[in-house]
């Protein structure tokens, strides 16, 4: 359950509540709203092309060897 509850300056107060906030196992994020909130949170650590190959290798890492492929990605320094 998520609540959100809004006090405005002339002291009137506005609830809201949802039962299955978007993003949880029972409403989860549409593929495309996932790939950009992921997008959004990274590039402010990797560069684009650094975030768009971390999102690739996550992506597929059901399929893969082994974690190398991600491991890769936590020896880059982050952006300045």
């Not at 002339?10 to 709203?33: F, K, Q, V, W």
């Amino acid at each position: 359950k998520a609540a959100i509850v809004t006090v405005t300056a002339a002291g009137r107060t506005y609830t809201r509540e949802l039962d299955s906030p978007i993003g949880n196992p029972t409403a989860p994020l549409a593929p495309s709203d996932l790939r950009a909130k992921f997008m959004s949170l990274v590039t402010a650590v990797l560069d684009q092309p650094g975030a768009e190959a971390l999102w690739t290798t996550l992506s597929s890492i059901e399929r893969a060897p082994d974690i190398n492929g991600v491991l890769s990605f936590l020896k880059q320094r982050p952006k300045s």
